[in-house]
């Protein structure tokens, strides 16, 4: 059975040093949960001045930590690894060639099995030029990869003050290359050795920038900050990889950014999504964080993260680590639970707005420990490091780890039952075990009979038994219950007795042709109508597996607009091309519809001074599926359809001339239960007489009224022959009139 719908369509001083990590990706919700700490980590021979935890960087189970101080500041590295819950040192890291003084460990990132590692005080191109190494992980042992220098590194370069890994591309930055104008530099692997591919500037880097103060790199995107840029307002630049050329892609600086924000002294990228930090330390303000995201090649700034309770001084956003959703921010002289102890606080994302999901503090933080010097955010799990914490001698540092509290999974509802197609006055057995809850039980399963509203019967147990009285194909809803108090919901229909369900094959089509007229009224005063008619064709396309697919084109199309008096001739209308994915039932049924995805273009033509264009590319999705009406019903029925959410991906352009006049963004969409009632009519089409349904159902528009939709259906093949809409304001003037009819079809198997 068919079903047709119309679709709307750094320094000497450690206070002073900044730090830059890069965390991989990782899926995580941004649902507000609770974040725990779960372990402080130390130095198994950490003493004082080591500053432990001076870097970070997690990847999965293994995390390194630097301790640039370790040795008379010659640094070290720590790795450890997790197992279970608990994180154990499984080994220390050196530079083969390293020498007090040269801070090993100053920057770190992580990526797999591969460890890179900054030592921006290294003299091999003359004092403090600075070097990189790659360590590489077999087993349990890791050992040194190589040694990376720059092709042009020279004297106070400090090459390796930020690095980033990803895969086999590292990027590294040298802020004070060239008289501070800053550099950075991109090395790649080709087995096991690494060369230099290409050094990055600024195409307007000018000497002070400090262009690479802070670096992340993800796939084929780099972003580099330059925090002196513009004195001290800052900036952030990103570049693209195509092939082994990198170019730049867009300069970043902060809405409203003034002097000394030190906007870029922190950044963190993956995918299309970049957070900067500004800890304002020059202008000696609060600091805070900015997103950006890249929709094409175009960047925008989609919002400014800050501490409501903030205090100047703070340097929010000294440092920043993105993953998926979620951003971990370091405030480097926060409150926390003694003054200027430090602090973090974690933000996640919901479509495009953020939100603060906890702040984060040691329990036995101290003035000056600096909480938050360095963080790293990988799922589930926090890094952040604590510099100047004492536990092991003054500023010895550490680290804590804090955990996500686990999220409750909702549950799946799912049933079955026996017989598979009743007859009337015959029980029904239904059994709901197929439900499942992935982290807990289902504690209560209710039974929704009648499609009416509200749950006729609920047990702790899944079984259920009912009985109806008369033929028809009923929805049957079952909504369950996990011990956390989630809900999960499935409808499936019932065929009871002797109904014809007719089986699609691949190739099987359908030709409509219809004609529409639409009116808009300004009050009660039609200003606007559109009229127009077409011929659209439905093929099976696919009829495997779960569900149908049927493609929609049209041809044949024309028609006119005329607003007040005057009208534009369409030579050609609706050019309609889009997929339909009908889920099948266990009998067939196919009044479920998953997913309307598709382009449409309407070209306005005929004799007019100027082109028209209006084109759509939508995907309707529906959870769960769309259920039109429950056939067949008789005159008088009423009842209720089911709730259904979801997302309308929705992009939307009106171009006349050579303006454009709209562009819609996505949009999710919320639809409760919807009451319908159901008479008798007859309809005359030129295919014949039927005897058909008149359909109303009562859908609101919050607070601009509602509009009912009439629907006829010839009651054998099920397609809708004539279909009106109408729109109501509060005060009851109609909106807008459509009145869509079916003048013929032709099925060809």
């Known amino acids: 059975m068919l079903m047709l719908a119309t679709v709307l369509p750094a320094g000497t001083s450690i206070k002073n040093n900044k730090i830059n990590v890069t965390a991989p990706s990782t899926l995580q919700t941004g649902r507000e949960v609770n974040w725990n700490e ?57 530079a083969s060639d390293g020498i007090s003084g040269d801070l090993f460990g100053y920057s770190v990132s992580l990526s797999g099995n591969t460890a890179l590692i900054g030592m921006p005080w290294d003299d091999d191109n003359m004092a403090q030029s600075g070097s990189a190494y790659v360590f590489v992980r077999s087993g349990d042992n890791w050992t040194q990869q190589q040694k990376l220098l720059p092709s042009d590194g020279a004297e106070g370069d400090y090459f390796g003050y930020s690095v980033s890994l990803s895969g086999n591309t590292a990027l590294i930055g040298a802020l004070l290359h060239d008289e501070n104008l800053g550099s950075a530099y991109v090395f790649t692997r080709t087995g096991t050795n690494w060369a230099e591919q290409q050094k990055l500037l600024g195409n307007d ?76 330390y020059y202008a000696n303000t609060f600091g805070s964080t900015y997103i950006f995201t890249r929709t094409g090649t175009t960047w925008t700034q989609e919002a400014k993260l800050t501490d409501p309770g903030g205090m100047l001084g703070d340097r929010f956003g000294y440092s920043v680590s993105l993953n998926d959703d979620t951003v971990l921010i370091g405030v480097l002289y926060g409150d926390g639970y003694w003054t200027n102890t430090g602090s973090a606080f974690i933000f996640t994302r919901i479509g495009t707005t953020w939100t603060q999901q906890a702040k984060l503090m040691a329990l036995d933080g101290q003035v000056w420990d ?82 009416v509203g509200g749950y006729d019967e609920s047990n702790d147990v899944p079984t259920a038994q009912h009985t109806w009285v008369s033929e028809g194909i009923y929805p049957v809803t079952l909504r369950v219950t996990d011990d956390e108090g989630a809900i999960n919901t499935t409808t499936k229909s019932v065929f009871v007795g002797k109904v014809d369900v007719p089986e699609w094959k691949k190739g099987d089509s359908w030709t409509y042709t219809y004609h529409r007229v639409e009116y808009r009224y300004n009050g009660t005063t039609p200003w606007y109508k559109q009229n127009y008619s077409c011929t659209m064709i439905l093929t099976i396309t696919n009829d495997t597996g779960a569900n149908y697919t049927a493609k929609i084109t049209s041809k044949d199309t024309g028609g006119s607009i005329t607003i007040g008096k005057f009208q534009l001739k369409c030579t050609k209308w609706t050019k309609l091309s889009c997929d339909v994915t009908y889920r099948k039932t266990d009998l067939g049924n196919l009044y479920e519809v998953d997913q309307i995805k598709g382009p449409v273009i309407w070209l306005i033509g005929g004799k007019l001074p100027f082109p028209a264009q209006y084109q759509s590319s939508w995907t309707f999705t529906f959870i769960p599926a769309w259920v039109f009406l429950p056939f067949p019903f008789s005159a008088g029925d009423s009842g209720m359809l ?18 454009t006049l709209m562009n819609q963004p996505s949009t999710p969409y919320n639809q409760g239960t919807l009451p319908y009632q159901c008479e008798m009519a007859n309809v005359t089409v030129p295919a014949g007489t039927y005897n058909a349904y008149n359909v109303s159902i009562d859908i609101p528009i919050g607070t601009q009224g509602h509009y009912s939709d009439w629907k006829y259906y010839d009651p054998n093949v099920g397609y809708v022959v004539k279909q009106c809409i109408y729109g109501l304001t509060t005060w009851g003037a109609p909106q807008y009139d459509i009145v869509q009819e079916l003048v013929s079809t032709t099925y060809t198997p």
Not at 47 to 72: H, N, R
Not at 642 to 659: D, M, N, Q, R, S
């Open 642 to 659: 089911p709730a259904y959410h979801g997302t309308i991906e929705e992009k939307c352009a009106l171009y006349w001339g050579f303006i």
């Open 38 to 94: 779960s372990q402080k980590l130390l130095a198994s021979d950490g003493v004082s001045l080591d500053s432990f935890g001076y870097s970070v960087s997690i990847d999965g189970e293994t995390a390194l930590i630097g301790a640039c101080y370790d040795d008379g500041s010659k640094g070290s590295v720590y790795v450890f690894t997790r197992s279970g819950t608990t994180w154990s040192e499984q080994t220390k890291l050196f």
């Open 370 to 451: 600096w909480f938050g010097g360095s963080v790293s955010v990988d799922g589930d799990t926090a890094f952040i490091g604590v510099m100047g914490d004492d536990d092991n001698g003054g500023e010895s540092g550490s680290v804590y780890v804090f955990t996500k509290e686990s999220e409750n999974e909702p549950p799946v509802a799912d049933f079955s039952w026996t017989p598979q197609n009743p007859d009337p006055n015959q029980p029904v057995n239904f059994n709901a075990s197929l439900s499942y809850d992935s982290d807990g039980t289902i504690t209560l399963y209710e039974w929704d009979w009648d499609n």
């Open 205 to 280: 880097s000018m000497y002070g920038d400090e262009f690479g103060s802070s670096v992340s790199i993800d796939g084929d995107t780099a972003l580099i900050g330059a925090y002196g840029d513009d004195g001290t307002r800052g900036s952030a630049y990103v570049f693209i990889r195509n092939g082994d050329s990198w170019s730049q892609q867009a300069k970043l600086l902060a809405e409203n950014g003034a002097m000394g924000d030190l906007f870029g002294i922190s950044v963190s990228i993956e995918g299309d999504t970049v957070v900067i930090g500004a800890d304002e």
